[in-house]
């Protein structure tokens, strides 16, 4: 089992940056995928980011390549997303995720987070 919760979201500027965070609960943290993703109002939930166990390979959606980093810290059992040059359609609600495995964990991974609202104005 594992517990995620978010923070860090708020209200920043187009152009700006955010650093969102997700700790997890749970003694095999370090196993686990983790992911983000992000709905905003009116739209699906959409895949963000995903970084694998170790740390050692993070994927991205095509909208936010270059822009956003995903990384995790196993000792802290934290996981961050890094956004920067955000734009007015980076608003959303970005929840953390987590599952076993990889390929799940970009899809419908088993664990969520709460979520953490992200608005950045024009």
């Known amino acids: 089992q594992v517990q995620l919760v978010e923070s860090g979201g708020g209200l920043v500027q187009a152009g700006g940056s955010l650093r969102l965070s997700c700790a997890a609960s749970?003694?095999?943290?370090?196993?686990?995928?983790m992911g983000w993703f992000r709905q905003a109002p009116g739209k699906a939930r959409e895949f963000v980011a995903a970084?694998?166990?170790?740390?050692?390979?993070?994927y991205y959606a095509d909208s936010v390549k270059g822009r956003f980093t995903i990384s995790r810290d196993n000792a802290k059992k934290t996981v961050y997303l890094q956004m920067n040059s955000l734009k007015y359609e980076d608003t959303a609600v970005y929840y953390c995720?987590?599952?076993?495995?990889?390929?799940?964990?970009?899809?419908?991974?088993?664990?969520w987070g709460q979520g953490t609202q992200v608005t950045v104005s024009a």
């Open positions: 995720a987590a599952d076993p495995n990889l390929v799940v964990v970009v899809t419908t991974p088993d664990y």
């Open positions: 970084i694998v166990w170790s740390g050692g390979n993070t």
């Open positions: 749970g003694r095999t943290f370090s196993l686990y995928s």
